[in-house]
């Protein structure tokens, strides 16, 4: 039987968000403006052979009118349900209540019930209308807290919630890292047990991607760190001044190459974690003048090292070239970095070296950048 929870709640909550960041989606539709989704739309997710069903649902517009036609129709409480279907049926409601029609038809066939709320906006009677309209479908639930702004008023909601809802969890849709996400999926296995053997399929199934997404990444990087490492242009010259001239125009070419290799590798991280619209940008660090200045270094917390990767040859050191190598590994908002190697003379790089009779022009330089995607790096 594969699990199905309705997302509901109030306009502009942070409904598709939350489906959105469960479902590792990122097609859904989400903006400020409230009434964004209209229509009820599934989504079907499936890890392997683990499978659950997430309902976006248009928000409540009209919860206490529909509240009193409810009321009118169910004399007495084992009537509730009887008359939620009546409500669903009805031609009438249908035009005159569609939001609340269309959201309740997945709960009465059987979905679980999200009920979102925004921590960051106070706790108003308003919500007792849609909080009761929910409890008369009968149907297991579970509240979820998105504090969109602040958390000033989580308190107050988990006071009020806790009065319809037997599971009430805070739950930062923007913010919300792997783990997070997962113990929302082990949350909602407590809304019904007969779920719960499906629920941590998908919970193993969720571990299994992220442990495979972390190789692929990993791989990524390491295999992007070494093509910039080993970065080279060259161009055979006859004369020093010749090399001279070439210089700049080698220079660039160098870096477009950096460029265009990190942007390559970018988007494919992004590929990677599923992000098909995610706008991210590569912010190149604002280091002025001679990255060889050994002073610069100091600032970036570098050393010419002892231990030169790859390793020197005697003749190679009698050249006075230095060689470093600096990785910072990526990791939550610490500036995702590349490797550099840098072959330089100090005071004269980057320089020229003799190759059988001719001159070969080198450039190896250090370009270091950083990832500036709050959603790519808090999944990493
Ligand atoms: N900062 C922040 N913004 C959020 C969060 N959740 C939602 N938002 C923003 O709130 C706005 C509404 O989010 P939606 O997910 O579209 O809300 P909804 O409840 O689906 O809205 P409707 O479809 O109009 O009912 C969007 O601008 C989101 O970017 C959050 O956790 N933090
Ligand atoms: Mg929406």
Same mark, same amino acid.
């Given at each position: 039987?594969?699990?199905?929870?309705?997302?509901?709640?109030?306009?502009?909550?942070?409904?598709?968000?939350?489906?959105?960041?469960?479902?590792?989606?990122?097609?859904?539709?989400?903006?400020?403006?409230?009434?964004?989704?209209?229509?009820?739309?599934?989504?079907?997710?499936?890890?392997?052979?683990?499978?659950?069903?997430?309902?976006?649902?248009?928000?409540?517009?009209?919860?206490?009118?529909?509240?009193?036609?409810?009321?009118?129709?169910?004399?007495?409480?084992?009537?509730?349900?009887?008359?939620?279907?009546?409500?669903?049926?009805?031609?009438?409601?249908?035009?005159?209540?569609?939001?609340?029609?269309?959201?309740?038809?997945?709960?009465?066939?059987?979905?679980?019930?999200?009920?979102?709320?925004?921590?960051?906006?106070?706790?108003?009677?308003?919500?007792?209308?849609?909080?009761?309209?929910?409890?008369?479908?009968?149907?297991?639930?579970?509240?979820?807290?998105?504090?969109?702004?602040?958390?000033?008023?989580?308190?107050?909601?988990?006071?009020?919630?806790?009065?319809?809802?037997?599971?009430?969890?805070?739950?930062?849709?923007?913010?919300?890292?792997?783990?997070?996400?997962?113990?929302?999926?082990?949350?909602?296995?407590?809304?019904?047990?007969?779920?719960?053997?499906?629920?941590?399929?998908?919970?193993?199934?969720?571990?299994?991607?992220?442990?495979?997404?972390?190789?692929?990444?990993? *791989?990524? =990087? &390491?295999?992007?760190?070494?093509?910039?490492?080993?970065?080279? %242009? #060259?161009?055979?010259?006859?004369? /020093?001044?010749?090399?001279?001239?070439?210089?700049?125009?080698?220079?660039?070419?160098?870096?477009?190459?950096?460029?265009?290799?990190?942007?390559?590798?970018?988007?494919?991280?992004?590929?990677?974690?599923?992000?098909?619209?995610?706008?991210?940008?590569?912010?190149?660090?604002?280091?002025?003048?001679?990255?060889?200045?050994?002073?610069?270094?100091?600032?970036?917390?570098?050393?010419?090292?002892?231990?030169?990767?790859?390793?020197?040859?005697?003749?190679?050191?009698?050249?006075?070239?230095?060689?470093?190598?600096?990785?910072?590994?990526?990791?939550?908002?610490?500036?995702?970095?590349?490797?550099? *190697?840098? =072959? &330089?003379?100090?005071?004269?790089?980057?320089?020229?070296?003799? %190759? #059988?009779?001719?001159?070969?022009? /080198?450039?190896?330089?250090?370009?270091?950048?950083?990832?500036?995607?709050?959603?790519?790096?808090?999944?990493?």
């Amino acid at each position: 039987m594969t699990p199905v929870f309705a997302v509901v709640g109030h306009p502009n909550k942070g409904k598709s968000s939350i489906v959105s960041t469960i479902a590792q989606n990122d097609n859904i539709a989400i903006s400020p403006r409230s009434g964004t989704t209209r229509e009820t739309q599934s989504y079907d997710i499936s890890i392997g052979a683990a499978r659950y069903t997430l309902v976006d649902t248009p928000g409540f517009q009209r919860p206490s009118r529909a509240l009193a036609w409810l009321q009118e129709h169910a004399p007495s409480a084992e009537r509730r349900r009887d008359a939620v279907r009546q409500f669903i049926d009805d031609p009438q409601c249908r035009q005159q209540f569609p939001e609340e029609v269309m959201l309740l038809k997945p709960i009465m066939e059987g979905a679980a019930i999200l009920y979102v709320v925004d921590g960051s906006r106070p706790y108003g009677a308003e919500y007792e209308a849609e909080m009761e309209i929910l409890r008369w479908t009968g149907q297991a639930s579970m509240a979820l807290i998105n504090p969109i702004e602040n958390e000033d008023h989580v308190q107050d909601w988990q006071q009020a919630l806790g009065q319809y809802f037997k599971i009430v969890r805070v739950f930062n849709a923007m913010q919300a890292d792997f783990e997070k996400v997962v113990a929302i999926l082990e949350a909602f296995s407590h809304i019904r047990e007969e779920w719960q053997t499906a629920l941590a399929d998908i919970v193993g199934a969720y571990r299994g991607q992220r442990a495979s997404q972390l190789r692929e990444s990993a *791989s990524l =990087l &390491a295999e992007l760190l070494t093509r910039l490492c080993t970065h080279q %242009v #060259s161009q055979k010259v006859l004369s /020093r001044s010749q090399a001279d001239g070439l210089k700049p125009i080698l220079e660039k070419k160098y870096f477009d190459d950096m460029r265009r290799l990190e942007h390559r590798h970018h988007e494919s991280l992004k590929r990677i974690y599923q992000y098909h619209h995610l706008e991210s940008t590569i912010d190149e660090l604002p280091l002025e003048g001679n990255l060889f200045d050994t002073e610069k270094w100091i600032v970036w917390g570098l050393n010419p090292t002892s231990s030169p990767w790859p390793p020197p040859s005697p003749a190679r050191q009698r050249e006075r070239r230095w060689t470093l190598h600096w990785l910072a590994a990526a990791s939550c908002w610490a500036p995702w970095v590349a490797a550099c *190697s840098v =072959l &330089a003379a100090p005071g004269s790089a980057p320089t020229a070296y003799p %190759v #059988s009779g001719c001159r070969d022009y /080198r450039l190896a330089a250090m370009k270091p950048m950083r990832v500036r995607s709050r959603t790519v790096t808090s999944l990493m």
